[in-house]
């Protein structure tokens, strides 16, 4: 390398070096973003804040586990119902996966943290422990609709709940009782009398 060009790049070197912050620099530009009050600009005050974190908490785990139920049963349904509840249960799945984002960022949103570990859904959501291994279809809407049925009480009594302490939560929490109603519909009606006549007559024919 000829000394024309290990000058060039020691002059490269100085250069870029010249553009890294030394550390006290940077300490003082972070400072300013600094400004207490900014953790007093929360829309709710805490008398507020604590009842409405824990109905969204409780709703957070709940959701967290009929997503997993929900893909438990597409996993491992079987009989004659298979096809049309594997799809199904796919499309809870993701409704389910909406829901508990909508709800945990309203969490972040009133400032508290969201908890949806594993651990704390299957010892807070406070739901059977769902059947493993295989399943008969006939097996699967009733588990996963008692299951639908408890958690939807629950939102819509924390609904009334949240009539006292957070509106924007509540409507929330609407929204999620929206999905849980429809799809307990949708269970609902693979248990019908009239259902099941047509099935018996379509085997008959
Ligand atoms: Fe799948």
Redesign the pocket.
């Known amino acids: 390398m000829t000394v024309f060009f290990k000058f060039i790049l020691i002059c490269f070197a100085v250069l870029a070096f010249s553009f890294v912050p030394s550390h006290p620099s940077l300490a003082q530009d972070l400072s300013v973003y600094r400004n207490p009050a900014a953790a007093n600009r929360v829309p709710l005050n805490s008398e507020q804040q604590k009842p409405t974190a824990a109905t969204l908490q409780n709703t957070l785990v709940e959701i967290i586990d009929l997503n997993r139920a929900a893909k438990q049963a597409?996993?491992n349904v079987e009989g004659p119902l298979f096809y049309q509840l594997?799809i199904l249960l796919?499309e809870f799945v993701e409704d389910y996966r909406q829901d508990s984002d909508i709800v945990a960022e309203r969490l972040l949103a009133i400032h508290h943290s969201a908890d949806g570990r594993p651990k704390v859904v299957s010892q807070t959501a406070q739901l059977p422990v769902f059947p493993e291994g295989y399943l008969n279809d006939y097996e699967v809407v009733d588990v996963l609709s008692q299951r639908l049925n408890t958690v939807t009480q629950r939102v819509r009594d924390r609904i009334n709940t949240l009539d006292e302490f957070d509106l924007v939560s509540q409507d929330v929490l609407i929204e999620v009782e929206r999905d849980l109603a429809e799809h307990l519909w949708m269970l609902r009606e693979f248990q019908q009398q009239n259902a099941l006549n047509s099935t018996s007559q379509t085997q008959a024919s």
């Open positions: 597409h996993w594997h796919d």
